[in-house]
């Protein structure tokens, strides 16, 4: 690791202010990105401005139809919310599937999305239950949120403080696990919102990072069960394709991989 | 004797030191004035080093030196040596390239040092090794076998033309070929091993420490046999005399033979620590070892069984083409031949075996023995063919073995093995009883009724161990002998140390060599010490990799005791006036049996070290050294059967049931033979479902790190069911065979012969990943 320097932020507005003082500072919420990126000198922020401990920014509220998850809280304080497992179950699931329990003692969700990496959990969710992505700046619907692999519309010095999800009507995450990462090799969150609408996102699959499956979301708006994806084929076209999972492989993950997390919503 | 001996299930000595954190390892050693090295390296497959510019780094803060190829060469440090001869079927040697510890000129794989940084801190050395300019010529590169035997390929050392080490061969061609003229059936089989990082727990690491007034070095070094290690650095790479060079190898976190050999970081720091005249600590990163150990396996081979109508195994024809890797690696030579081509007979009565193995030079790390070394790939080939034979003959695979099984020993194969002793039927047998084969097809129709592939497979492995007999080895063009040494010092108290030139890094000798003492004497084992890894207090001894430190270094120990207890005996006689043919050994005292006379171990030790009252002309102490050197390999059989199930949806294999029966012959603790035949079938599972080292055509290694290459996890692997079957080894004193490697040798091909019994495809390459599977049931898209 290159030396940095190193602060506390006590608040969002103190954050602003630290990052915009640092000449190439970087925000560090879980680090489970960026310390490792940094370990191996591949990263050599500045000034690096911890969100982790600043209490605005940790917690999460269940009220009426919408969940508000703040960006610093960790995956396993959303996996095991009780209210969060009554009201949005397959989002706690997801949680408590990511990385291993050293992980989701320190990985918060805010971190997860700003790096949007393309085998991340999160984006799926977010993506699939049309989520706000709450910032120190403005609201982003989750479309416009995800521009690509590791490619946020966050600007330069953004916060990430919150994202708001409409509880669904249904919804289910199912993944399959990269052999060496653990990561998604794909995964497919399933939602159906309390209008009726569907909408299935996929991770790990896209070349340009989280997806939306088209083809999946008709099939199952018009019926509502795993086997109304029997006959789907989902296209390699623009499929990562790697030694891990060929882009065929990965194209027919996400439609087993739908079929799984509408089994488990039900 | 006594409930720590022979036979008894001790807890491990070691453990607390290890599981509370207090383990001593080479990187936690700090000497006073230690500086840190950092390797500059290449980040080319394959490149001419035009140039190397220091002067910027030398300006960096706490920089001491940069050191370069061309200086380790001015200083006439020998190139790394291959210890082990091997000669191609038209008698010329094997043609070696140069490989000096640092490259002066080419580099031929990513990630071979050119220089060293010097440095006070490590992050220091990290510093300045990145203002190290290196001027490459970047080349084109072979980056696998097919690419390196390909017409026009990259030419990687002048000496081998085409790429090619050796093409050698073993077995009687003619006889073969006559076998599978007269065969009624054939069966052939083309197979890749794939290529494994060995991946210990800890890192490669070493400290050089020069000490200017008495001339003398001391190299701290994660080795599995530091008096090897000496050796070669004196009498090969002439960086310190023997005499004047002293090993350590502390705890050691693992090793799996990719510890066995002196890499060129050893090298340097122990050279670097005269040129800068301070020690020289160098601990390797992850990234250090997924690039630079010695890598496993990978090999390429087509494979052909001859059978006669009743289904009895004619001949076996194999060949097989073995990456080295960019350089010969110290036993490198001997892995894929006489490692290898010597077990392919595997458990079965073969009458005619020819194999032929092209060694062949590619731009990636050097590759060596690793946990089984040329076994697990025999053992594939063999059985994966036997399961292949079954299937195409129509026949259950567990009666083509049993067929054609060895029942008579001892046994000499085609290929220089002579098995002594085994019983392979009742292997198989506990292993078909503990799985309920007869229960087989009834559960595979039921997992299929609810959407699952079940399959069975089978290996029936064996392997040479105990390695291994001077003799036989010299022959065969080894450059050392293979024998081991040990020295049992009773103390004046009566307390009992164990010097052994085996090394323990992670095999729980300290447990195990102090059993044998408990069941000689009586003694607690907390009584007895073992003593290791020290070149200063151990006289020599050829270290731990082969499943050899019990047959071989547990035998020159009883060897040394026996001579200790012959001279205590008489010792007693004369204490208890009593005759030393009627002195028996008992819960820690001499008795004259018969008698209520006894004297305890430590007036017996005090007597002889007083020396006040021993039998005329018999010289003082107690203390008695010996060297065991084996009459013969040892060899661990058994059977594997592995049940699993494959989602057809997803490719991803589940086990149901993994039954492993093995015959190590007399187990001295069952818990630690346990452990590590736990270990062992779970790096063979690795090897079948998860681990694969890729590199890219441009030689770039793509799985260099965790986020890649697939290690199996606690999760990946069953909970395995373990069967002992006995046939005590009539080779050495305790009957033992050794029982570190069979997982890994066996491991593998029942893994593969239960999955492509489940999708019904035997066309299937290791690693067995969900990707790979799914393709094999439906097909490339």
Same mark, same amino acid.
């Given at each position: 690791?290159?030396?940095?320097?190193?602060?506390?932020?006590?608040?969002?507005?103190?954050?602003?202010?630290?990052?915009?003082?640092?000449?190439?500072?970087?925000?560090?919420?879980?680090?489970?990105?960026?310390?490792?990126?940094?370990?191996?000198?591949?990263?050599?922020?500045?000034?690096?401005?911890?969100?982790?401990?600043?209490?605005?920014?940790?917690?999460?509220?269940?009220?009426?139809?919408?969940?508000?998850?703040?960006?610093?809280?960790?995956?396993?304080?959303?996996?095991?919310?009780?209210?969060?497992?009554?009201?949005?179950?397959?989002?706690?699931?997801?949680?408590?599937?990511?990385?291993?329990?050293?992980?989701?003692?320190?990985?918060?969700?805010?971190?997860?999305?700003?790096?949007?990496?393309?085998?991340?959990?999160?984006?799926?969710?977010?993506?699939?239950?049309?989520?706000?992505?709450?910032?120190?700046?403005?609201?982003?619907?989750?479309?416009?949120?995800?521009?690509?692999?590791?490619?946020?519309?966050?600007?330069?010095?953004?916060?990430?403080?919150?994202?708001?999800?409409?509880?669904?009507?249904?919804?289910?995450?199912?993944?399959?696990?990269?052999?060496?990462?653990?990561?998604?090799?794909?995964?497919?969150?399933?939602?159906?919102?309390?209008?009726?609408?569907?909408?299935?996102?996929?991770?790990?699959?896209?070349?340009?990072?989280?997806?939306?499956?088209?083809?999946?979301?008709?099939?199952?708006?018009?019926?509502?069960?795993?086997?109304?994806?029997?006959?789907?084929?989902?296209?390699?076209?623009?499929?990562?394709?790697?030694?891990?999972?060929?882009?065929?492989?990965?194209?027919?993950?996400?439609?087993?991989?739908?079929?799984?997390?509408?089994?488990?919503?039900? | 004797?006594?409930?720590?001996?022979?036979?008894?299930?001790?807890?491990?000595?070691?453990?607390?030191?290890?599981?509370?954190?207090?383990?001593?390892?080479?990187?936690?050693?700090?000497?006073?004035?230690?500086?840190?090295?950092?390797?500059?390296?290449?980040?080319?497959?394959?490149?001419?080093?035009?140039?190397?510019?220091?002067?910027?780094?030398?300006?960096?803060?706490?920089?001491?030196?940069?050191?370069?190829?061309?200086?380790?060469?001015?200083?006439?440090?020998?190139?790394?040596?291959?210890?082990?001869?091997?000669?191609?079927?038209?008698?010329?040697?094997?043609?070696?390239?140069?490989?000096?510890?640092?490259?002066?000129?080419?580099?031929?794989?990513?990630?071979?040092?050119?220089?060293?940084?010097?440095?006070?801190?490590?992050?220091?050395?990290?510093?300045?090794?990145?203002?190290?300019?290196?001027?490459?010529?970047?080349?084109?590169?072979?980056?696998?076998?097919?690419?390196?035997?390909?017409?026009?390929?990259?030419?990687?050392?002048?000496?081998?033309?085409?790429?090619?080490?050796?093409?050698?061969?073993?077995?009687?061609?003619?006889?073969?070929?006559?076998?599978?003229?007269?065969?009624?059936?054939?069966?052939?089989?083309?197979?890749?091993?794939?290529?494994?990082?060995?991946?210990?727990?800890?890192?490669?690491?070493?400290?050089?420490?020069?000490?200017?007034?008495?001339?003398?070095?001391?190299?701290?070094?994660?080795?599995?046999?530091?008096?090897?290690?000496?050796?070669?650095?004196?009498?090969?790479?002439?960086?310190?005399?023997?005499?004047?060079?002293?090993?350590?190898?502390?705890?050691?976190?693992?090793?799996?033979?990719?510890?066995?050999?002196?890499?060129?970081?050893?090298?340097?720091?122990?050279?670097?620590?005269?040129?800068?005249?301070?020690?020289?600590?160098?601990?390797?990163?992850?990234?250090?070892?997924?690039?630079?150990?010695?890598?496993?396996?990978?090999?390429?081979?087509?494979?052909?069984?001859?059978?006669?109508?009743?289904?009895?195994?004619?001949?076996?024809?194999?060949?097989?083409?073995?990456?080295?890797?960019?350089?010969?690696?110290?036993?490198?030579?001997?892995?894929?031949?006489?490692?290898?081509?010597?077990?392919?007979?595997?458990?079965?009565?073969?009458?005619?075996?020819?194999?032929?193995?092209?060694?062949?030079?590619?731009?990636?790390?050097?590759?060596?023995?690793?946990?089984?070394?040329?076994?697990?790939?025999?053992?594939?080939?063999?059985?994966?063919?036997?399961?292949?034979?079954?299937?195409?003959?129509?026949?259950?695979?567990?009666?083509?073995?049993?067929?054609?099984?060895?029942?008579?020993?001892?046994?000499?194969?085609?290929?220089?093995?002579?098995?002594?002793?085994?019983?392979?039927?009742?292997?198989?047998?506990?292993?078909?009883?503990?799985?309920?084969?007869?229960?087989?097809?009834?559960?595979?129709?039921?997992?299929?009724?609810?959407?699952?592939?079940? =399959?069975?497979?089978? *290996?029936?492995?064996?392997?040479?161990? +105990?390695? @291994?007999?001077? &003799? !036989?080895?010299?022959?065969?063009? $080894?450059?050392?002998?293979?024998?081991?040494?040990?020295?049992?010092?009773?103390?004046?108290?009566?307390?009992?140390?164990?010097?052994?030139?085996?090394?323990?890094?992670?095999?729980?000798?300290?447990?195990?060599?102090?059993?044998?003492?408990?069941?000689?004497?009586?003694?607690?084992?907390?009584?007895?010490?073992?003593?290791?890894?020290?070149?200063?207090?151990?006289?020599?001894?050829? =270290?731990?990799?082969? *499943?050899?430190?019990?047959?071989?270094? +547990?035998? @020159?120990?009883? &060897? !040394?005791?026996?001579?200790?207890? $012959?001279?205590?005996?008489?010792?007693?006689?004369?204490?208890?006036?009593?005759?030393?043919?009627?002195?028996?050994?008992?819960?820690?005292?001499?008795?004259?049996?018969?008698?209520?006379?006894?004297?305890?171990?430590?007036?017996?030790?005090?007597?002889?070290?007083?020396?006040?009252?021993?039998?005329?002309?018999?010289?003082?102490?107690?203390?008695?050294?010996?060297?065991?050197?084996?009459?013969?390999?040892?060899?661990?059989?058994?059977?594997?059967?592995?049940?699993?199930?494959?989602?057809?949806?997803?490719?991803?294999?589940?086990?149901?049931?993994?039954?492993?029966?093995?015959?190590?012959?007399?187990?001295?603790?069952?818990?630690?033979?346990?452990?590590?035949?736990?270990?062992?079938?779970?790096?063979?599972?690795?090897?079948?479902?998860?681990?694969?080292?890729?590199?890219?055509?441009?030689?770039?290694?793509?799985?260099?790190?965790?986020?890649?290459?697939?290690?199996?996890?606690?999760?990946?692997?069953?909970?395995?069911?373990?069967?002992?079957?006995?046939?005590?080894?009539?080779?050495?004193?305790?009957?033992?065979?050794?029982?570190?490697?069979?997982?890994?040798?066996?491991?593998?091909?029942?893994?593969?012969?239960?999955?492509?019994?489940?999708?019904?495809?035997?066309?299937?390459?290791?690693?067995?990943?969900?990707?790979?599977?799914?393709?094999?049931?439906?097909?490339?898209?």
């Amino acid at each position: 690791m290159y030396e940095t320097h190193y602060h506390r932020a006590s608040s969002v507005e103190d954050a602003a202010a630290l990052f915009a003082k640092g000449s190439d500072a970087k925000f560090l919420a879980g680090g489970q990105t960026l310390l490792p990126v940094m370990k191996q000198r591949l990263a050599a922020p500045t000034d690096v401005v911890d969100l982790a401990k600043i209490p605005a920014m940790i917690g999460v509220e269940v009220s009426g139809d919408t969940v508000t998850i703040k960006a610093a809280t960790t995956h396993y304080d959303v996996a095991t919310n009780t209210a969060l497992q009554k009201t949005l179950p397959a989002l706690a699931h997801l949680a408590g599937m990511i990385g291993d329990p050293a992980v989701r003692y320190r990985g918060t969700i805010g971190g997860s999305l700003a790096n949007n990496d393309p085998a991340a959990d999160y984006p799926a969710a977010v993506l699939a239950l049309n989520a706000t992505v709450k910032t120190n700046k403005r609201s982003i619907s989750a479309e416009d949120f995800f521009k690509g692999l590791f490619t946020t519309a966050l600007e330069d010095g953004e916060i990430i403080t919150a994202v708001s999800f409409p509880v669904p009507a249904k919804a289910g995450y199912a993944k399959f696990r990269h052999p060496a990462s653990r990561f998604a090799l794909t995964g497919v969150f399933v939602a159906k919102s309390k209008s009726g609408d569907v909408r299935v996102a996929a991770t790990g699959a896209s070349q340009n990072g989280v997806m939306r499956v088209p083809s999946i979301e008709q099939a199952l708006k018009a019926n509502w069960s795993a086997s109304a994806l029997d006959g789907i084929k989902v296209s390699a076209d623009g499929l990562m394709s790697d030694i891990h999972g060929a882009a065929d492989y990965r194209a027919n993950l996400i439609k087993v991989m739908a079929q799984r997390a509408v089994t488990e919503a039900g | 004797m006594g409930v720590e001996g022979i036979g008894a299930s001790v807890v491990r000595k070691e453990d607390r030191r290890f599981i509370t954190g207090k383990g001593r390892y080479v990187d936690d050693i700090k000497l006073q004035g230690m500086t840190h090295a950092h390797f500059v390296r290449s980040p080319h497959a394959h490149a001419k080093v035009k140039g190397i510019d220091s002067s910027a780094a030398l300006k960096m803060p706490g920089v001491v030196a940069v050191l370069t190829g061309q200086q380790i060469v001015d200083d006439k440090v020998g190139n790394l040596i291959c210890g082990w001869a091997i000669h191609s079927k038209d008698g010329t040697p094997m043609k070696m390239g140069a490989w000096p510890a640092m490259a002066p000129e080419t580099v031929r794989f990513v990630g071979q040092a050119v220089a060293v940084v010097i440095a006070e801190t490590k992050n220091q050395a990290k510093d300045a090794a990145e203002a190290v300019v290196v001027d490459y010529e970047e080349l084109p590169a072979a980056s696998d076998i097919r690419a390196a035997i390909a017409p026009g390929a990259p030419q990687l050392h002048p000496e081998a033309p085409g790429n090619v080490v050796y093409d050698w061969e073993i077995g009687d061609k003619n006889a073969t070929n006559e076998a599978f003229s007269k065969a009624a059936n054939v069966v052939t089989l083309e197979l890749t091993n794939n290529r494994l990082v060995p991946n210990a727990m800890e890192p490669r690491a070493a400290i050089g420490d020069y000490n200017d007034a008495e001339e003398h070095f001391t190299l701290y070094t994660t080795s599995q046999n530091p008096h090897v290690a000496r050796l070669v650095l004196s009498a090969f790479y002439n960086i310190a005399p023997e005499h004047k060079l002293r090993v350590i190898a502390p705890d050691v976190g693992g090793g799996f033979g990719s510890k066995i050999f002196i890499y060129p970081e050893e090298m340097v720091a122990l050279w670097a620590s005269k040129k800068v005249n301070r020690p020289v600590k160098w601990t390797g990163d992850r990234t250090e070892a997924f690039l630079t150990d010695a890598h496993g396996r990978d090999h390429l081979t087509k494979a052909e069984l001859a059978f006669d109508k009743d289904n009895k195994i004619l001949g076996l024809r194999v060949s097989t083409h073995a990456n080295f890797g960019a350089y010969m690696s110290l036993f490198s030579s001997s892995v894929p031949t006489y490692l290898y081509a010597t077990l392919l007979s595997g458990q079965y009565n073969i009458p005619a075996i020819y194999a032929e193995v092209m060694g062949v030079y590619t731009n990636t790390s050097p590759v060596d023995a690793y946990r089984g070394a040329g076994r697990p790939e025999a053992s594939f080939v063999i059985e994966r063919l036997m399961e292949t034979s079954a299937r195409q003959l129509k026949v259950d695979p567990a009666e083509l073995r049993r067929k054609n099984f060895v029942t008579v020993f001892p046994h000499q194969t085609p290929v220089i093995m002579a098995y002594d002793i085994g019983d392979f039927n009742a292997s198989l047998d506990a292993a078909l009883k503990t799985i309920d084969y007869a229960g087989f097809p009834a559960r595979q129709a039921k997992a299929k009724s609810e959407g699952k592939l079940r =399959g069975i497979g089978f *290996s029936c492995y064996i392997e040479a161990c +105990g390695i @291994a007999p001077s &003799k !036989a080895v010299g022959s065969l063009g $080894a450059g050392v002998g293979l024998w081991e040494s040990a020295e049992v010092r009773v103390n004046p108290v009566g307390t009992i140390e164990i010097l052994t030139g085996s090394h323990s890094h992670g095999q729980g000798h300290e447990t195990t060599f102090s059993q044998l003492i408990a069941e000689r004497l009586g003694v607690p084992i907390s009584q007895v010490q073992i003593i290791h890894g020290d070149t200063d207090k151990v006289q020599f001894g050829m =270290g731990t990799y082969g *499943s050899r430190s019990l047959a071989v270094g +547990g035998s @020159a120990i009883i &060897k !040394a005791m026996e001579k200790v207890e $012959a001279k205590a005996k008489k010792i007693a006689a004369h204490a208890l006036e009593a005759s030393e043919d009627d002195i028996v050994i008992e819960n820690g005292e001499f008795k004259v049996t018969g008698t209520d006379k006894s004297i305890a171990l430590p007036m017996v030790a005090l007597a002889a070290y007083t020396a006040h009252n021993l039998p005329d002309g018999m010289e003082p102490g107690l203390k008695e050294s010996a060297f065991y050197d084996p009459s013969n390999f040892t060899f661990p059989a058994g059977t594997y059967i592995c049940e699993l199930e494959v989602d057809p949806g997803t490719g991803k294999t589940s086990f149901v049931n993994f039954v492993a029966a093995d015959d190590f012959g007399r187990l001295i603790n069952p818990m630690i033979v346990e452990g590590q035949v736990h270990g062992g079938l779970t790096q063979g599972i690795g090897q079948a479902l998860l681990e694969g080292a890729v590199y890219d055509s441009t030689g770039q290694l793509v799985t260099a790190s965790f986020m890649d290459y697939a290690m199996p996890r606690a999760d990946d692997v069953p909970s395995y069911k373990l069967q002992h079957t006995t046939t005590l080894c009539p080779g050495n004193p305790l009957g033992v065979k050794g029982c570190g490697e069979a997982g890994a040798i066996g491991a593998s091909a029942a893994v593969i012969n239960a999955i492509t019994n489940a999708i019904g495809n035997n066309k299937l390459e290791m690693p067995a990943t969900p990707d790979r599977v799914w393709h094999a049931i439906h097909g490339q898209a």
